[in-house]
């Protein structure tokens, strides 16, 4: 496939990505503040990280794509960093003062439909990111990646939160995003800080 074709689909699949995670997080956000959930709240939270690393994407893509190539990795990293450390104090309060999450239906459902979306976005993006060489597409595919697996650990909390009352299983799942929000952000910095 010619490169502009190339980079025309990785634009359609940044594009799919920027509208799920718009309505999604609009979604969360009604879902987190009516069940008082941290972990719909912190999964809000990533789908405003992905619409940002998105939006990143979309604008090393449409300009020099090498000239941009360092920043938008940047901001990608430092983005994911700030998630982590929001979520992480949001949840350890949750744990130590008891948390309080109420069942979300709607929470529940769009998240659930959230894993199988980002997993079929981040499989075209590692794709179309490989062929055209471009690793911030290729590391924005591990961004969509790990929103599913969020997603994934998420939906755990809040079934399991709701079938059993582990009022505890809803800052835990919050726990997990944290854990690869500091991951992820602090791979990306450590890459784009080694020469060459």
């Known amino acids: 496939m010619p490169?502009?074709?190339?980079?025309?689909?990785?634009?359609?699949?940044?594009y799919a990505t920027l509208a799920w995670n718009i309505v999604g997080t609009a979604v969360?956000?009604?879902?987190?503040?009516?069940a008082d959930s941290i972990a719909l709240g912190g999964f809000a939270l990533d789908?405003?990280?992905?619409?940002?690393a998105s939006l990143v994407v979309v604008w090393q893509l449409t300009g020099a794509p090498e000239?941009?190539?360092?920043?938008a990795m940047f901001?990608?990293?430092?983005?994911?960093?700030?998630?982590?450390?929001?979520?992480?104090?949001?949840?350890?309060?949750d744990l130590v003062s008891g948390p309080s999450a109420g069942k979300s239906v709607l929470g529940t459902t769009w998240v659930a439909a959230t894993v199988a979306a980002m997993l079929l976005l981040a499989g075209g993006k590692k794709n179309v990111g490989a062929r055209l060489g471009?690793?911030?597409l290729v590391a924005e595919s591990r961004v969509t990646l790990i929103d599913a697996a969020l997603a994934a650990a998420?939906?755990?909390g809040l079934v399991a939160s709701a079938a059993f009352g582990w009022r505890w299983a809803d800052p835990a799942a919050g726990l997990v995003i944290v854990y690869y929000a500091l991951?992820?952000?602090?791979?990306?910095?450590?890459?784009i800080a080694r020469p060459g």
């Open 3 to 14: 490169t502009a074709n190339l980079l025309r689909r990785g634009l359609q699949l940044e």
């Open 28 to 34: 969360l956000i009604v879902s987190a503040r009516a």
């Open 47 to 52: 789908s405003a990280v992905e619409i940002f």
């Open 67 to 71: 000239s941009r190539e360092r920043r």
């Open 75 to 93: 901001l990608i990293g430092v983005a994911f960093l700030a998630v982590g450390g929001y979520v992480l104090v949001a949840s350890l309060h």
């Open 134 to 136: 471009n690793p911030v």
């Open 154 to 156: 998420v939906l755990l």
């Open 183 to 191: 991951r992820e952000g602090a791979t990306v910095l450590v890459r």
